[in-house]
T-cell receptor, first 112, second 117 residues
């Protein structure tokens, strides 16, 4: 069955430190891949997406993600975290004819 | 982009009652999607609503429990019927990004947080 796995439930990072959130997918073929962010009390906002081509994709708010086919991964990174980045982050995958499938999310806390 | 408005933003409901959530989009869209996010969990698709046809429900969700209306290309409602505490969740409306048909790229409303006592 198709699935998206986010191994880390909760991560705490110091403000100014770098961040990497992990995401692995299990699909028969490479799906379209997404990262969304959900701030407290808010809906989901798309950070970035990967359809094809360059495996390093840039998104909003200084985030980037790298697609690695050999590892079935699509990890999210940011070089320097700001306190406002504290939120829930969801990785998602889509294949035509199926529903958009979300991982269980990673909660990011930022310490000062 | 698409701007999606949901009402109510939150509500506290009694067991056995029903609640209808409204979703309004600022542009015409073919498909609208309803998701459920249970406490501490990820998002699960409930159903896809196309204008002029019956909604398509995902496994584990049925029309009697979650009836959906889609009267036009900018509006949809989801009703949570005969609620129990297990229905306490955030319910989110979403639409495809303009010009991105069948890519999975979605815009989301801010959600409706329901608490069932």
């Amino acid at each position: 069955a198709q699935s998206v796995t986010q191994p880390d439930i909760h991560i705490t990072v110091s403000e100014g430190a770098s961040l990497e959130l992990r995401c692995n997918y299990s699909y028969g073929a490479t799906p379209y891949l997404f990262w969304y962010v959900q701030s407290p009390g808010q809906g989901l906002q798309l950070l970035l997406k990967y359809f094809s081509g360059d495996t390093l994709v840039q998104g909003i708010k200084g985030f980037e993600a790298e697609f690695k086919r050999s590892q079935s991964s699509f990890n999210l990174r940011k070089p320097s975290v700001h306190w406002s980045d504290a939120a829930e982050y969801f990785c998602a995958a889509y294949q035509a004819g199926t529903a958009l499938i979300f991982g269980k999310g990673t909660t990011l806390s930022v310490s000062s | 982009s698409a701007v999606i408005s949901q009402k109510p933003s939150r509500d506290i409901c009694q067991r056995g009652t029903s609640l209808t959530i409204q979703c309004q989009v600022d542009s015409q869209v073919t498909m609208m999607f309803w998701y459920r996010q249970q406490p501490g969990q990820s998002l699960t698709l409930i159903a896809t609503a196309n204008q002029g046809s019956e909604a398509t429900y995902e496994s584990g969700f049925v029309i009697d429990k979650f009836p959906i209306s889609r009267p036009n290309l900018t509006f949809s409602t989801l009703t949570v019927s005969n609620m129990s505490p297990e229905d306490s969740s955030i319910y989110l409306c979403s639409v495809e990004a303009p010009g991105q048909t069948n890519t999975g790229e979605l815009f989301f409303g801010e959600g409706s947080r329901l608490t069932v006592l």
